[in-house]
Structures are given as structure tokens and as C-alpha cells.
């Protein structure tokens, strides 16, 4: 079993910055993919950024390329969210994934054990 605690989540207004943090514990994947998605009231689940364990490559959905960066530290087993530049259609709760596979995949049925989630609200 994989437990994932995300943190960081909270209340800002547009343009600010939240960084969010996903710690892993348990079994860990060494090699395998972890993610971040985000659902918003009323809408489906969708991929926000990915980034392999071992490997470092990343992938983002186009919304929130360029304001976003995923990255990891191994050592202490967590992966993180930097998100600037917030907008308000960034308002959601944003989850933390992770599959077993090293590839990044964008669809939520690819990853094994998700976080419980974090409320992200940007204000206008």
C-alpha cells in the first residue's frame, strides 16, 4: 500500500502563488510516474501535471503550461505543485497520483493510489 498526504492547499487571490506538496509513504514506486489532477464542482476529474520518478520528465496540460512546475525529491519521497500566476478557473480540489509505470500518463484510471486532496480557491 501507497499513502499519499497532500498539503499546501488554501485561499488566494489571482495572481498569487500556492505551492502544493504530495508525501509518499508505504511502498513506494521507485521508478513509477506520479501526478497531479484537479476537479472542479461539477466537472470531471482532469490532468493537471505528471513527471516520472526516476527520470524527470514532465508533461502539462496546455491550461496551465507555463505557470505551473511539478518536481520531486527523492530522498524525501514527496512531489510538488508550484503554481503562480493563479487564476480563478484554477479553483479546485487538486489530487496527488501515483502508477506504477515510469511513464506519465493523463488519464486518472493509469495511476494506483491517489492523495486524499487539497482545496484550492483563487479569489478574483
Known amino acids: 500500500q501507497v499513502q499519499l498526504v497532500e498539503s499546501g492547499g488554501g485561499l488566494v487571490q489571482a495572481g498569487g502563488s500556492l505551492r502544493l506538496s504530495c508525501a509518499a509513504s508505504g511502498r513506494t514506486f521507485s521508478s513509477g510516474a506520479m501526478a497531479w489532477f484537479r476537479q472542479a464542482p461539477g466537472k470531471e476529474r482532469e490532468f493537471v501535471a505528471a513527471r516520472s520518478w526516476s527520470y524527470g520528465s514532465t508533461d502539462y496540460a496546455d491550461s496551465v503550461k507555463g505557470r505551473f512546475t511539478i518536481s520531486r525529491d527523492n530522498a524525501k519521497n514527496t512531489v510538488y505543485l508550484q503554481m503562480n500566476s493563479l487564476k480563478p478557473e484554477d479553483t479546485a480540489v487538486y489530487y496527488c497520483?501515483?502508477?506504477?509505470?515510469?511513464?506519465?500518463?493523463?488519464?486518472?484510471?493509469?495511476?494506483?493510489?491517489w492523495g486524499q486532496g487539497t482545496q484550492v480557491t483563487v479569489s478574483s
Open positions: 497520483a501515483v502508477r506504477s509505470g515510469s511513464v506519465a500518463v493523463r488519464r486518472p484510471g493509469g495511476y494506483d493510489y
